[in-house]
């Protein structure tokens, strides 16, 4: 299918870009890689009157270490978070998680903010930025404002943005002392959507665990703490009577939805093969 006919404008600033969404309101869309509107256009699955270009604010592209985080400009594309030796030293969730973002093409145009914005549940940095506890940066004519990845994500591709708000960056703790990271997610064929992920962390000491976080994706209307089975795993050597009982709080505490091809308690026992996967990968000694 061919989308239908839409102006384009590319705004020349984040001022003039506020303009246009306040002038064209819910009839605009925003786009900078357009890897996922250009497929709902093309489906006719969105069909807005004016389609406003943000690629060109370049001050919203890149990565650094500022005042004591890792701050990713929303429009860097998902292959420049892949290659990053910032992000690989300093949140190496992310590192784990760029490679299972659909294909290479797509990685190559597509933008960290964007799929933020977007709020895919089956995507994975909405999983990654609430495992890692990261704040949001959010611009509109107002100022800006910083939110919580944990109050960001609301609902099926809600979030916590306002009409006429753009994500502007994210803001990641640093990697501490001890600390590791696991990501991991199970599809049909690589490139395809998840039919579940986890992203992991958490301080490690041989075998036991401290201020575990396991964020899924793809087994909710939004990326899921799993808050029960985190604290089934924190202090005490990790032994198979320990997972058990971690796997069984998984399973208690989610509520995924049956899909085309797996059922909920499908999804549940993929949850808790990932679960196993992670901890493994945890407490695995360094090389």
């Known amino acids: 299918m061919k989308s239908p006919a839409f102006d384009y404008i590319r705004a020349d600033s984040p001022q003039h870009a506020f303009e246009l969404l306040a002038k064209h309101g819910d009839d605009a869309r925003v786009i900078a890689g357009g890897q996922t509107l250009l497929a709902t256009l093309n489906m006719r699955l969105s069909q807005p009157a004016l389609l406003v270009d943000i690629a060109g604010f370049d001050a919203w592209r890149g990565i650094a270490v500022q005042g004591g985080m890792l701050r990713v400009g929303a429009l860097t594309r998902h292959s420049e978070v892949e290659s990053s030796p910032l992000v690989a030293r300093h949140a190496p969730l992310l590192a784990q998680a760029a490679p299972h973002i659909a294909h290479r093409a797509i990685r190559n145009l597509g933008t960290f903010g964007g799929a933020l914005a977007y709020a895919d549940p089956a995507a994975e940095w909405p999983a ?160």
Do not use: N, W
């Open 128 to 287: 990654c930025v609430l495992a890692l506890d990261a704040t949001l940066v959010i611009a509109s004519a107002k100022g800006e404002r910083r939110v919580a990845a944990a109050d960001f994500f609301q609902g099926l591709y809600t979030t916590a943005m306002h009409p006429g708000d753009l994500l502007m960056a994210c803001e990641v703790p640093l990697i501490g002392e001890g600390e590791r990271q696991a990501f991991s997610e199970l599809s049909r064929r690589q490139g395809d959507y998840a039919v579940a992920g986890l992203a992991a962390r958490a301080k490690v000491s041989g075998s036991t665990l401290r201020d575990v976080r396991l964020a899924f994706l793809s087994l909710g209307d939004r990326p899921i703490r799993a808050r029960s089975a985190e604290a089934a795993l924190q202090g005490g050597a990790i032994d198979d009577a320990r997972l058990a009982q971690v796997d069984a709080a998984l399973r208690a505490e989610l509520d995924p939805f049956d899909d085309l091809t797996h059922s909920a308690a499908a999804k549940k026992q993929l949850a808790a093969t990932l679960m196993r996967r992670a901890v493994a990968q945890l407490i695995k000694e360094k090389s």
